[in-house]
């Protein structure tokens, strides 16, 4: 009796197996999944879409980016969901968001697009950057056969501007120095050390953003206008320098309030003369027989060495900067990041060197 009522629930469970089974099959067999739409167009805005799925089966939503968010993430039957993206404040963004039903997969492509410049304001202070869309190689002919390069660099953001001495008191709460406080739009005049150590680390403290100095070639192909194949030129928007910089021969020996002179095709001022700014690359000599390498991402320039990039040209008075030539886009100076500030005194002249920030693609 005892086996035989083991035999009868082994046939009860195997009925039912086989039952679930056939049910299976026929929902797979039977199943479908339509959904009303293969892709989403956000603007830079906090943005949403109603999205309608179909089904006949149990359902999921997922998706790979952070950004993104349901109103519901599953369901038996057929809804609507609300897929909801948060505001953009960088560069265009793209995302895939998955629909499930059983064995059916639906996808979804999803961008939003990112904003034309980032302006916030510290202490009642406006800061402005400015997109360069790069996602691509450059070629960069320089003024002698071996600077001319290929790189390939990722979009960002730089400073409208070479940061002022009014930027600087609101997130530093005092300057450098103690003669211009009442020249707010003057750029700042500070070392690489000063920069770095406490502006920028405060200015980070400050803000949903990750600031930092622009790399050597990050400054001269937003100085080139952010263009890829074309003749550049001299200068930063023009091959007139008057028109664009503040140098020995036009300035009278002092710095100008920035944004006075014409900008480049970006809209960034003052990349030529005025203040030369600091990179965030140790300096390495460019010879024939040293050259600054090709085909490279994001370069950073060299890890180690004892004086950083300077680029853009100032007003010191030398046999180059009389000249002009010292505000050439492709010219390259140098000095020490802790370079003494009682007269930026360095080689036998006088330096200006300013800045201005960069905020990269990731």
Known sequence: MRIKRYVLIFLSFLTIAISCNKEDATKIEDSYLDIS?????????????LLKIETNNEWKISSDATWLSFSAKNGNESTAVLV???????????????????NITKEIKVTQTGVSKIEF????????????????????EGG?????????????????TEITNAQWQAVTGNLPYDT??????????????????????????LTDYKFRLPTEHEWEVAARGGRKFVQFYYFAGNNNADDVAWYYNNSEGRKHDVGLKQPNELGLYDMSGNVSEWC???????????????NLTNP????????????????????FQYQQNS???????????????????????????????VIAKD
Not at 90 to 100: G, P, S, W, Y
Not at 131 to 137: F, G
Not at 333 to 356: A, E, S, V
Request: hydrophobic fraction near 35%; proline fraction near 5%.
């Open 300 to 319: 950073t320039g060299s890890s180690i060495g004892t004086n950083k990039v300077v680029r853009g040209g100032d007003l010191v008075a030398d046999e």
């Open 327 to 357: 505000c050439y886009i492709y010219m390259r100076d140098h000095l020490p990041p802790n370079i003494d500030t009682d007269d930026f005194l360095y080689g036998g002249y006088y330096h200006y060197p300013g800045f201005r920030l």
């Open 37 to 49: 739409l293969v892709s989403i167009d956000f603007t830079a805005d906090k943005d949403a879409s």
């Open 280 to 294: 965030s690359d140790w300096y390495r000599e460019w010879t024939e027989d040293n050259p600054p390498g090709n």
């Open 84 to 102: 909801a993206a948060t505001e953009n404040k960088r560069f265009q963004r793209a995302a895939t968001v998955t629909v499930q039903a059983y």
């Open 180 to 205: 211009e406080n009442s020249f707010p739009n003057l750029p700042v005049v500070a070392t690489w050390n000063q920069i770095t150590q406490d502006f920028i680390t405060k200015l980070n403290e």
């Open 144 to 160: 002698v056969y071996f600077n001319s390069r290929n790189v390939y660099l990722d979009n960002y953001f730089i400073s409208e």
């Open 121 to 140: 304001e510290i202490n009642g202070i406006k800061f402005t950057l400015l997109p360069v869309l790069a996602d691509t190689t450059f070629y960069l």
